[in-house]
């Protein structure tokens, strides 16, 4: 198998794993793991809504399933 998805930092990991968390309520811009979710958002994983909230795509769903919650799981 060959790895073809950027690596998530830890940090970054774990910002995905809390929009997942917040659900349709979404996580509010401005807090400490705001540069993370830049980069989920450079990468697809995460968008800003409108109403300045941040919520996974449907890429940063797939993702969070596959590598956080397998090792939970």
């Not at 929009?19 to 309520?25: G, H, P, S, Y």
């Not at 811009?29 to 705001?34: C, M, Q, S």
Request: with cysteine.
């Amino acid at each position: 198998m060959v790895w073809d998805e950027p690596y998530l930092e830890t940090c970054c990991r774990a910002a995905l794993h809390r929009l997942t968390l917040v659900d349709a309520t979404g996580r509010p811009a401005g807090l400490k793991d705001g540069p993370c979710l830049d980069r989920l958002a450079g990468m697809g994983l995460a968008r800003l809504r409108p109403d300045g909230r941040w919520e996974p795509t449907e890429a940063g769903r797939s993702r969070h399933m596959r590598e956080i919650l397998r090792r939970t799981g």
